[in-house]
Each structure stands twice: as C-alpha cells, then as structure tokens.
C-alpha cells in the first residue's frame, strides 16, 4: 500500500503543480495582455478669464469666472478626442503609423486616457486645474496644449520643471519656449513663430515691400512674433507698434502713430477677444490705416470671426486682408482629404462625455462644412492637436511597448540619446499626420522642412467671413505656389497691390511767386529799356543826345536789355521734371538755363559799362591835354576797344560751356524714416575747387577791375563840365553798382541752396543795377531835352536841306560862342573828335578856358 499511496501521492502532487503553473502561465498572459495606461491632461480654450461678465456675449461659467469661447473652438476639441480612439482603436485611417501591425503600434499596449481641462485661454486658469488634477487624480503622463503661449509658458515651469512631465502644444508658437533651461519638456506640432516670421519675409520680400509696420499684443505670443520679424526680415524695415490687451486707448495711440508714418502695410500681432479685434479693426479703417490701397496682413492668432461684418464699408476694406499662417489641413494631402471627407461621418457622442456641459457639440455639428465659420479651427489648430496626441501615443510606444509610463519620464527618456549615439529620442519621431510629415527638432520644436504655410485672403460673401486659399509655400522647396482658380486681390477688392509706402509729399520749394515776380520785373525792366532805345532813336538830332554819341546809347541800351534778360533763365527750376532728372543733374532746360543766365548777364554788363568806360576815356584824354596835342579818336577805335572786352569776355566764356557748364542739381535736404525725400532744393550748383568756381573767379576780378577803372577816369574827368561828357552819372552808376554787389555777393552765398531767396536777391540785384544805368544816363537827358526850352537850331534845317556850309556853321557857331549862348537843341554830329594847336581845321575840338577855369568844348562838323 505504500507504494501505492506514496505514487498516489506524487500524482496529485504533479497535478496541483501544473495547475498552479497553468494559473501562472495564465496570469501572466493576462498581465500581458493588459493595456498599459497613458493619462493625458488636454488643456482646451473653453472659456476667457480675460473676458469680463458684461462683455461676455456667450455662456458665462459661474465655476471658472469666466466667459466660453466661441463655438469654431470646439472642432480643435472635437479634433483631439477623434485623435484619442484612433489611436485606442488602431484605426489608420488618417496616420498610416496607427496600424497595429506597424512598426511603432505592433505589440503597443498603451491606451491614451484623456482628461479635458480648461486653460481659460491664461496661464492662471491652465496651472490651477494642472495642480488640481495632480492633487486629485493621477499625475498625468503628459500635457497637451494649452493653445496660447501665454498658458504654456507657466504650465511647463510646472509641469517640466516639477515634475519632469512632457508637454506637448499644438497652438504656441512663441519663440521664448524654445528656451530649454526655463521650459525643459515644452514640445510643439505647429511650427514655432521664428519660422512663420520668415515666411511673412519671403512674402513681402517675393512682392518687393522694403517697408512695412507691425502692430502686436502686448503678450508673450506677441512679444515672440515680433522678435522674429525684427530678426528674420533682414530686407524689410520695420516701423514697430504695441498696444495693450483690452485697452482701446493704446490701439488708439498706435493707429495714429501708424498713419503719419507713410507705411502703406501692417501685421497685426494679436490674441485678443473677437469683440476687440473688430472695434480695433474698425479703429483701424477710421484712421485710414486699413482700407482701399493698404494692406493688412494677420497672423494665426486672427480668424475670420475677428472682423467685422456689420458695415458695407467695412466689408469692402477688410476685404483682401491677408492670413500668413502654418496650415495645420494642407489641402491635397492625403492625410487630410481623408479626414476631410469622413467628417459628416464623425458622431459627437465620440465626444461629448468628455466634455462639460456648456461646451457640448451641437447634434448638427458634425454636418457643417469643416470650413464653415462654426469649425474654422478645425483646419487652422484641430490639426495640429491630433498630431499632437498621436506624437505622445507613439512616444508612449517608442519608449516600451508595455511598460508603465514612469514618473519624470521626460528627464529619463525624451532628451537622452537613442542608442545610435546621435539623436535624442525625441528626435527620432517621424510619422504621417493630419499636416504631413510630423518630425521634432532636439528643442522639441516642430521641424520647419516639414511644414507648409498659407497665404489665404479674407472674403466677406452676404456678411459672412472666410479665409480662401490663395498662395502656398511650401518650406522645404522656398517656393510660393498659387492656388489654382484663385483670385488674388488686395483691401478694398483692389486688383492693384498697393505700394509698401506712400511717401509723403515732398517739399521741392520751388520758385512759383518768386519766378513770377522775376517775370513781371523783366516786362517793367525790358520795357523801360526799350522805351529808352525809342527815345534814343528819335531824339538822335538833337544835341544832348549827340554830345553823348548816340550810337554809345544805343549800344548801353542793348548791353541794359542784355543784362536785364539774364531774370528769364533764373526763373527756370525743374518744376517740370517729371523723370526726376535734376538729381542726378540731368535736367536739360534747367541745366540750359544755368548757363544762359551766366552768358546774358556777364555779356550784359559788358556791353553796358565798357562804351561808358571807354567814352569817359576818351572825354579824359581830350580834356585832360594841357600840351594842347593833337589827338585823333574816333568812334570805330572805342568800338575796336569794345569788341577786344567782348573777345576776352567770350575767350572765359566759351571755356567754361565746353569744360565744365553749371548743371541744376536738385539736392535732397530731409528724408522721412524710410529715405524717402520730403524736402530738397534745386539750384545751379558752383562745387568749390570745381573749373566752374575758377572760371566764375576770373570773370568777377575782371568785372571789379572794369568798375575800379571806371571809377578812376570819372575821378580824372571830375573837372571837366558835365555837358560835355557823363562823368557824374557814370560814376552814381558805378559807385551804385559796386554798392550793390558788394552787398548782394555775400547774402547770395549765404542763401546758397535756398533758391527762392537767392532769386529774390538776385532780382533786386539786377533791377538796382541797370535802373541805376538807366536813370543816370538817360533821365538827366530826358529832363534836358523835355523839361527845358527846346527849339531846333537854324542849323538843323540848313543841314537837312544842304543849305549850308561848313564856313556858315562855323561861323554861326563862333558867334554863338561869343554871345555865350547855351542853346541846348543844336545839332551836332561829330565823326571823331581831335585837337589841334592853332589849326584851323573844321574837323578840329578846340578846347578853350573859360572865365571859370573850366574847359568848354566846341563841336564843328565837316560835311563833305
């Protein structure tokens, strides 16, 4: 019996320990079998603790104090709880990586368990109810969201830094998240705003804008942007403005400031409510700094709901505008089709349990047009929130496929090097989601080869708004494409894309009143001149003007009119100049001009002063004679002496046109902000060292020479009576002359480049000078001749007629000297003048002393 007993024994022995080995075996597959957990804290914008109550104009949640968002907010929601069972079910039909036999998901048994939380669109609302799911539930294994970089940034010092837990965003985009001391577990699926800035470079490098203005939020999301636009756009200058949230104040300031600026384009950097958007919107067109011929353009943080809708005018100038965002559904893109048509087939009781109860989805939701106004948020950041939950479930399966997710699994895992010893885990993700290739740089950051951007315009069809496609860049080729059959146009329905700047109206001061003025005293100059060359003409018999030799009047008559024509050429500027030539110096008429007016009034002078120069001479050398010489000058030696001044005049002249003619430059004074000239002058330019200075020197020094030798032979003649020669008034004219130029010459070179007053100076210059001329040689004869008794001498006729002779003249005028007659009308005609000791010859001067000591001439004319 006992060996039966003791087999019976070991039997059931073997029985009871293949049980238990069944149990094991058993439990084990059970355990293995098991789903591994992964708790996932999803902060959603429900509600704007920014809001107040009486400005909340949706629900407002009694529990969190704080207005619900809009309803376009709940697709991202409904986005990312689609994300979740995709992932529990193993379904790939948006991300091919889902498959349970793929290489990430084969053998995975993590379930993603999500727990919905309001971030209260502020960092405050996000880190309260992430402390508060910590203290109450499970620490989570990681954090989506929140949307606003404002919320990540505390969130992840909490959650990052407390806890070693890994966050991952799918709406913020601020470059100071990228900061991995501050921020150690921060990631992102949307690319971060350093890279949508260089974008919104390309595209206004791509339409040639140098200028433009940013205004932005005084926020970090903000605050970010602008950074990168300052530091990216290395072709484009900036002209930067703030404002504060929720403070019309400040949008008010800013917008006033933008529109004096001449900026014809602006980004606006804003977060802000719907409601305040659109006053500051409307602000904006008040001021003039969106409208017809602008250009707004707007980034992420600006949907359609944020214009406004309410006004005609309104929606004619916000049509156009410009969104400049990384597109989360990229149109064309398998991924996203698919999810695109399958959404009439999504069921929001997929949904709706996890959500609370004023933020449920419409039964109807699910119905609308994933690009209505209702779901906008879907394309633009639902997105990226399903790549965002996907990019954690398959981080939960790269770090073990049935393991538990440890504490602090971002420090043990995430940033320390995969076993290839190059990359750290986290960049070894690479899978297909809704916006494409999904690969994360070793910051965490969204890798910018693998996203696409949109440049989408704004249209407001029956007062609804949306965004159309226009223009895609795509980021790994830096190429723009344009959408086809789309309909590229600009604010205001315009066609035309506006200018980057609109320069402000530039002050040229031209000469306008002052060129008139020149004119108007050149008619009063020039007729007052020719109306002496007249009385000249007809008053050339009698003898005050022959004792002055009529051709010499004549001649000063011209060299006056000369003189007086060089107010024409000043009056020319570019005021025509429609190529802006004259900058460089180009402007022909002008340049003319310049040159016209040197050769009239040198030319002028010359031919005015010389034949009174040489007159005075020769008065002095027949006057001045005590040794009685004979001396023989007749006018064509002083016309021979005047034509050698003009050669030298020419010889100066002709040089200077050939070698170096003055130009009319046109010199800018003052540029705006952006270079833009607001005020110039244009003038005919002398360059100090130049040949033009030279030569100007040269004609100065002979002029003053000229006039202090005419000073010197009105001194010699002094003595001799006026009636028989002009000495007196020829010296008022030169003393006047000098005078004048002495006075003018330095007050036209302070005034140098202010061509108003330079032309004003030089008018009164001019108008002095020659009515001096004119006024002292030709009044005293006016008065002589006009004023006095005039009768004609017998002498006239008998002339005329061929009634007389020499002797009879002679005789009549001895007896005239005798009787001391100073018959003012007689007619005289000398062919030149000599003198002669003793000599009876009738074509003689005989100088003789009068009782005053004076010299008295008589005239005796020789006809043949």
């Known amino acids: 019996m006992i060996p039966v007993l003791r087999g019976s024994v070991k039997k059931s022995q073997f029985k009871l320990l293949l049980v238990v080995c069944l149990v094991l075996l058993l439990s084990a597959h059970a355990s293995s079998s098991s789903s591994s957990r992964v708790n996932l804290a999803i902060l959603q914008r429900m509600t704007d603790a920014r809001v107040a109550l009486q400005e909340c104009n949706t629900i407002y949640v009694d529990e969190s104090k704080s207005c619900a968002r809009a309803d376009r907010f ?6 990312a709880l689609l994300a979740v069972k995709d992932f529990n079910d193993r379904n790939p039909r948006f991300v091919r990586q889902f498959d349970k036999d793929s290489e990430l998901l084969g053998g995975c048994n993590k379930v993603l368990v999500p727990d919905i939380m309001d971030s209260g669109s502020t960092g405050t609302v ?15 294994d990681a954090v989506i969201g929140p949307s606003r970089s404002d919320a990540s940034q505390p969130v992840n010092v909490v959650v990052g830094g407390a806890y070693g837990i890994p966050q991952i965003s799918y709406g913020s985009t601020s470059i100071a998240l990228d900061n991995t001391l501050i921020y150690p577990s921060f990631m992102r699926t949307i690319p971060a705003d ?10 206004l490098r791509e339409i040639g804008y140098k200028y433009s203005s940013i205004l932005y939020v005084i926020d970090s999301y903000g605050e970010s942007f602008r950074t990168a636009l300052l530091s990216q756009c290395k072709s484009t200058t900036f002209q930067v403005f703030s404002y504060i949230d929720n403070d019309m104040k400040t949008v008010e300031e800013s917008l006033t400031a933008i529109s004096q600026t001449g900026v014809n384009s602006l980004i606006l950097i804003s977060t802000s409510e719907t409601g305040f958007v659109q006053e500051m919107l409307r602000k904006a067109y008040a001021y003039g700094v969106v409208g017809k011929g602008r250009l707004l353009i707007t980034t992420d943080g600006v949907s359609p709901a944020h214009f406004p809708v309410d006004d005609t005018e309104l929606q004619a100038a916000m049509n156009g505008s410009l969104l400049m965002v990384p597109t989360g559904g990229v149109d064309g893109t398998d991924s996203w089709e698919t999810f695109r048509r399958n959404w009439s087939n999504f069921d929001v009781n997929d949904v709706n349990p996890e959500l609370p109860e004023y933020w449920q989805l419409a039964h109807d939701f699910y119905e609308k047009t994933i690009y209505g106004p209702d779901t906008s948020m879907v394309k633009i950041f639902g997105a990226y929130e399903y790549d965002a939950i996907a990019a954690i479930g398959l981080f939960a399966c790269m770090y073990d496929k049935t393991q538990e997710i440890p504490v602090e699994w971002w420090n043990k895992w995430f940033t320390k090097v995969s076993d290839d010893g190059v990359m750290k885990n986290v960049e070894k993700l690479k899978f297909d989601g809704l916006t494409g290739e999904v690969r994360l740089d070793s910051k965490g950051n969204r890798l910018a080869s693998t996203a696409t951007y949109e440049a989408q315009t704004l249209e407001i069809i029956n007062g609804i708004a949306g965004f159309r496609r226009r223009q895609i860049f795509n980021r790994a080729a830096s190429l723009w494409t344009t959408v086809a059959g789309a309909d590229i146009f600009y604010n205001g329905n315009s066609y035309s894309l506006p200018p980057d700047v609109i320069p402000r109206d530039e002050d040229k001061q031209f000469l306008g009143s002052a060129a008139i003025t020149s004119y108007i005293v050149y008619v009063l100059l020039g007729g007052v001149t020719i109306f002496c060359f007249i009385w000249t003409i007809l008053n050339r018999n009698y003898k005050v003007v022959v004792a002055s030799q009529f051709e010499f009047l004549v001649l000063i008559t011209f060299g006056v009119f000369i003189s007086v024509t060089t107010l024409v050429p000043l ?3 570019d005021e025509n100049d429609q190529d802006g030539l004259a900058y460089y110096g180009e402007y022909e008429p002008a340049n003319t001009a310049c040159m016209a007016s040197v050769w009239l009034y040198n030319l002028g002078f010359v031919i005015t002063f010389v034949p009174l120069f040489v007159k005075m001479w020769r008065v002095n050398k027949l006057f001045n004679n005590p040794k009685l010489k004979r001396i023989v000058i007749s006018n064509k030696l002083l016309f021979k002496i005047i034509l050698v001044f003009l050669v030298v005049e020419f010889a100066i002249l002709i040089p200077w046109q050939v070698v170096y003619p003055v130009r009319f430059i046109r010199k800018v004074t003052q540029r705006d902000l952006f270079g833009f000239p607001i005020a110039s002058v244009g003038y005919c330019r002398y360059d100090m060292g130049s040949p033009s200075v030279i030569f100007l020197s040269v004609l100065l020094t002979l002029h003053l020479v000229y006039l202090i030798v005419g000073c010197f032979l009105c001194y010699f003649g002094r003595h001799i009576e006026t009636k028989y020669q002009e ?11 000098i005078q004048v130029l002495a006075v003018s010459i330095p007050v036209v070179v302070l005034s140098y480049g202010e061509p108003v007053t330079s032309l004003i100076i030089r008018i009164i210059v001019i108008f002095l000078n020659n009515m001096t001329v004119l006024c002292c040689l030709f009044w005293p004869k006016m008065y002589m001749l006009n004023f006095l008794q005039r009768t004609h001498s017998s002498n006239l006729e008998s002339i005329r007629h061929g009634k007389s002779s020499t002797k009879n003249i002679s005789k009549s005028k001895r007896e005239s000297h005798h009787n001391d007659s100073n018959n003012k009308n007689e007619v005289i005609r000398p062919d030149h003048d000599t003198v002669t000791n003793g000599n009876k010859n009738p074509n003689t001067i005989l100088p003789q002393k009068s009782d005053s000591g004076l010299n008295r001439e008589e005239y005796q004319i020789h006809l043949s």
Not at 194 to 203: G, N
Not at 727 to 737: D, E, H, R
């Open 74 to 79: 709940k697709g991202t929601v409904a986005a």
């Open 727 to 737: 000495g007196k008034y020829v010296t008022i004219a030169i003393i006047t002359y």
């Open 571 to 573: 009056a020319v500027d």
């Open 194 to 203: 350093s890279e949508t800035a260089w974008i919104i470079c390309e595209y």
């Open 126 to 140: 996000s880190v309260r109810n992430i402390i508060g799911a910590i203290a109450s539930k499970e620490i989570p």
